[in-house]
């Protein structure tokens, strides 16, 4: 069966820039501009995550800063309003955290982002210590796997498991993350199986399935699905 898909420790930031919740807001300022950061974890005690701030949590303060606006603009966007005044990380920062786990695997992490429309997560254990940092960019680290270790891992992964007595009648070729399956196999139901799992393998880009049923050309032998799915 396919390996077990990398997870946010693999590939996330150990090393992360923090604030406490009681930081200036001039402090939170430098800080992200000292680390070239756009967002980083507000902490409490012994590195429990209690929120997040942003440049777009910052960014009210400027906005509101000389604002004429009406009073029911200003309530329709209260929130902003009040991250204008704030003074320190606890009164300006986004809370509950959007946190993930060190276990969860990339797909997860992806898709928190994508839905909540954020670049980071900072990454907890169980009672919400800060791990780390997993970033868009770590995410797109597993595209930087060479084509041979993807090879590999879809011919032991996913061709000899589909096809244990037959995968020398498989042709796996990858080049730049794109797998190609070619050759012929008795069971036309396995192809489906074979194209998701091997997309399924870390780096994959995409999946070009010649897979084939019926029989096999002339001196070519037939893979038959002899293996679980």
């Known amino acids: 069966m396919a390996e077990t898909p990398h997870i ?70 209260l929130s902003d309003v009040a991250k204008a005044g704030a003074v320190t990380a606890e009164e300006v920062m986004s809370t509950p955290a959007l946190t993930v786990h060190a276990g969860a695997t990339l797909a997860q992490a992806a898709r928190i982002m994508a839905v909540r429309h954020v670049k980071r997560l900072p990454v907890v254990d169980d009672e919400g210590m800060l791990q780390g940092v997993v970033s868009r960019a770590d995410l797109l680290k597993v595209f930087l796997r060479s084509d041979e270790d993807i090879e590999e891992e879809v011919r032991r992964t996913v061709v000899a498991y589909l096809f244990p007595a037959f995968s020398h009648a498989i042709h796996v070729n990858v080049h730049e993350g794109v797998v190609a399956l070619r050759g012929h196999v008795h069971d036309t139901s396995l192809v489906t199986v074979a194209v998701r799992l091997a997309r399924a393998v870390e780096g994959v880009v995409d999946v070009e399935s010649q897979l084939t049923g019926g029989p096999a050309r002339p001196g070519e032998p037939e893979a038959r699905g002899d293996a679980p799915v």
């Open 8 to 77: 946010v420790s693999d590939v996330m930031t150990q090393t992360v820039v923090a604030v406490g919740r009681d930081a200036p807001f001039k402090e939170i300022v430098r800080t992200m501009e000292q680390w070239k950061v756009s967002a980083m974890p507000v902490l409490e005690g012994e590195g429990r995550v209690i929120g997040v701030v942003s440049e777009a949590d910052l960014l009210p303060k400027v906005e509101f800063r000389d604002s004429d606006q009406s009073l029911y603009e200003q309530r329709e966007r």
